[in-house]
């Protein structure tokens, strides 16, 4: 989901740029907010910022024959909704655009959007639907994840096909959908359960932190064995 | 770990195993496990799009990359097996006081 440095004109970076900082901003006093509250939570903040450091580095092959990354991104939403999260990416994002020339400061804009917005808000409105259809956690949490994956690299692909509307935005579309989509599949749905496994070790460790984060509600003997 | 997330576990290798028995046999020359993410590059530059910003610094070869790779992964698994670690034991802890 990458977009490399330079890939997009300079008017697409700016507009990125100006649609994902107010998110970032509000991301960053969401940060102090939650840790000033429960400041038992910063562990967890910063062990999703981990799980999305790992899961886009894996560059993992997929059934159309080439490699892509997961993003990591469901967790984190999970947690502590899209806001924060997508600090979390621009953290990432940063470190491979200049350690690894993998995306770039002039698509930072574009690919924060990608996983750090669009991603993260898909999977936090899964989970809740999720969640108020009575659903189990696990379920919620795989969708949530598994969907976040896949909406990153379809936004990746609508951001290009708009930057790149040739022939058409259609026919751009099919194409950098091809690239981006079908490959992301199979990973998306690794990603989901991977996150789940996470998800339910550390609801096992810390059932008190996430209750304080209203994740659930714990049965309500927490504590005894 | 419950049984659940050992099967859970043993379908993401099987996932990731798919693609090497599919192209077993097929490598770079074939077109095959290219990033995804670089393929984007030619379909755009096929349009007549020139890049107008260089990245400022490139690993200087494949090697490096794979450090700064596993480096990425090595600084978020530190984190993530530090804090859990930490919980598990304190729990432990708390689970004996009591």
């Known amino acids: ?225 | 770990m419950e049984k659940k997330h050992i099967l859970m576990l043993l379908a993401v290798v099987i996932i990731f195993a798919i693609p090497f028995l599919l192209y077993s046999g097929q490598g770079e020359e074939q077109g095959k496990f290219a990033g995804a993410d670089a393929s984007a590059g030619p379909v755009i530059e096929e349009t007549g799009y020139k890049p107008w910003f260089e990245p400022i610094w490139e690993p200087p070869s494949g090697e490096i990359e794979t450090l700064i790779f596993a480096l990425q992964a090595a600084i978020g698994a530190l984190i993530i097996g530090y804090f859990l670690g930490y919980y598990t034991a304190k729990r432990k802890l708390m689970r004996k006081t009591e």
């Open chain 1, 1 to 225: 989901m990458h977009i490399m440095e330079g890939f997009l004109p300079w008017q697409w970076c700016l507009f990125w740029y100006l649609v994902s900082l107010p998110v970032v901003v509000y991301g960053v006093i969401q940060i102090k907010k939650i840790t000033d509250k429960n400041p038992e939570s910063k562990p967890l903040i910063a062990v999703s910022g981990a799980f999305m450091f790992v899961l886009s580095s894996l560059k993992l092959p997929s059934v159309t024959g080439s490699c892509s990354h997961p993003t990591g991104n469901g967790l984190g939403a999970v947690l502590f909704g899209p806001a924060v999260t997508s600090v979390l990416a621009v953290v990432t994002l940063v470190f491979q655009a200049l350690l690894l020339a993998h995306g770039g400061i002039t698509t930072l804009g574009a690919n924060t959007f990608s996983m750090g917005i669009v991603g993260p808000v898909v999977a936090w409105i899964i989970y809740k639907a999720c969640k108020n259809a009575g659903l189990s956690l696990s379920i919620g949490i795989f969708f949530a994840a598994f969907l976040g994956d896949l909406s990153t690299y379809v936004t990746t692909a609508t951001q290009l096909s708009l930057a790149f509307p040739i022939p058409t935005f259609t026919e751009a579309l099919i194409k950098f959908m091809i690239i981006f989509a079908f490959t992301q599949l199979p990973l998306a749905i690794a990603e989901g359960l991977l996150t789940v496994v996470i998800f339910d070790y550390i609801k096992k460790l810390r059932p008190d932190v996430l209750e304080k984060l209203e994740i659930f509600t714990a049965p309500k003997a927490i504590g005894g064995k």
